[in-house]
Every structure is written in C-alpha cells, then in structure tokens.
C-alpha cells in the first residue's frame, strides 16, 4: 500500500474454501499477521467462518452475499478473491462492487496455471479472462495482481494427471522430460500474504512462482525414494491427445492440464514463464518452500494411492 496506510486492513473472499483457509492462515500467522491492521475473512456461511486450525492473530468474519457486498468491504484496502470455479456469478457481483468500496488493490480468484498463454478455449479459463477484463474496465484506478502458482502439490499427484500411485505407472502426455511448476496450498497463501505487504505501485500485475518444479521423470525418481519403489513411465503422443481433448467445450480442466504439463505450459521458471519466487521470499528467508520430496515423505511415495479411480463420476 501506499505510506499513508502502513497497515492496511485486508478481506479474504471464500476464506473457507479450499484454497482460501490456507490464504487466511498465512494472513493470520507469523511473519505476516502484524502488517495489517485487521484481517477479514468473508463468508457466504455463518456457520463455516471458524477455521479449521487456531491461527494466531488478530480478525474479524463478515457474513456476505449479493446485496451486502459493498457494506461488507466498509473499510477494506486489499481484497483477495479465493472464490471457487462454481462461484462466477457471485465473483462478478463483487467486482462490481469494488468501484463504491476503499480497496485499493485487488487479487482475482486466479491462483492456477498461466491460461493467458493458452492457443484453445476453455469454459472456465474463458470465463477467469473475462473477469479479468472486466476488472481492469471496472477499476482501472486500482492495483490488480493475477497470481500463478501452477499446480497445487497436495492436490495433483494422483491418477487424474496421470501419476497412478497405487500401481506404480505414470503416463506423460508428451514428454516425461517436461519441467511441470508446482506449489502447495500453504505457500500459495503465504506468496498472496507477502505481496501484500509491499506498497502498492511494487506490487507486479502478473506473478509466476512455483514452489518445486520437476518432470514426470524427476517426480518418479522422488516417489520412489520416498518408498514408491520402482515406478513404470509411459508417454503419450500429445498432439493426438491435445486434437481430441480440445475438441469439444469443458469445465473441467484435468485432461487439459495434462497436455499442457507436456507442452512446458505448467514451467514458472525463468526462461520459460517465469519465476517470481525470489521476490515473494528472498532466499527463503521467510518460509522454506514446500516441495515434492517433502510430498514423498509424507505419503511413502504414494499420495492418493488410496483414492478409487476412475471415480464415480467420470
């Protein structure tokens, strides 16, 4: 923020959700929960505004919904947006909120792969464009910073993307060589609570981090020395693959991810997408980042192996 505000009171939109417990934690714990006066977590449910884990800190929860929005930022310098995909309609009434409020810089519900340097449409990536669009329409005046962080660690080694842990084979779409971007959920909030805390006009409009970044190949040769054992890599041809995923409208982006990991689409390092790692935590010096080697260890090599594939859904 600027010099006049030194601690700027912060709101966090869906703090409950998947990904925005994890935002408030790291909003609410150390190094972070004293540069900021207040930290509001926002919640279209009473009942769900505890957190799951007792953070220290100070904050203050705000029931919100469509007709309340603007008194629901009363007060508010910096929103972030962790609202999940089935929320668009609400993250819309939100952003049209932003011009009658004090929010001064602005996080859109982005948090994912870099979808702006995609050659194909996607249901959902399209609609994060739009808002996005709509956000610079809306509230030209304010700082709008679009956070990539790749794939979630604890979310994304499983038979989804290809990594079938139970039985020890993995299968690229493409190469198994391809450098693949990912951050866990913890590091995630902590990047969004770094950035943050810097005054307004350094804060970039567009951030890549990646928290650990490995191929196919590397993730097998960590998965078994962590107690997978001896894991089998196929490779899919991609363009084939890449034709008929692409081929008709989805929301659903895991088979589109999977092509894209082989593309080197998912590489937040320099040289390709980039790599902001350094500018949110200098020489990890205020947090040691997550990565997939502490994965193996939790999981003996095997996360998700438990988990029934194909699911009932598909």
Known sequence: MTSIISRPVVAIAGATGHLGRHVASAFLSPPFNDKFSDVILLSRSETSLELASKSVGKYTTRTYDENNLVDALRGVHILVNTVGPSGHSFKEKLLHALPHTDVQVYFPSEFGVDHYVHDFSHLEWDTKKKHFALARSLIPDRKICRVFCGLFIEDSIGPWFGFDTKEGKYESIGSANSPISFTSLDDVGKVVASLA???????????????????????????????????????????????????????????????????????????????DNELVNPKEELWKWKSLTDLARETGGKPWKDFPWPSESK
């Open 197 to 275: 805390t810097l005054p307004r006009d350094e804060i970039p409009d567009t951030v890549h981090i990646g928290g650990d970044t490995r191929s196919f190949l590397e993730i097998s040769e960590i998965m078994r020395d962590g107690g997978a054992g001896q894991i089998e890599i196929s490779e899919t041809p991609l363009p084939k693959y890449k034709e008929e995923v692409t081929s008709t409208s989805s929301w659903d982006p895991a088979q589109y991810l999977r092509f894209l990991m082989g593309e080197a689409k998912i590489n937040h390092s320099v040289g390709s997408l980039g790599d």
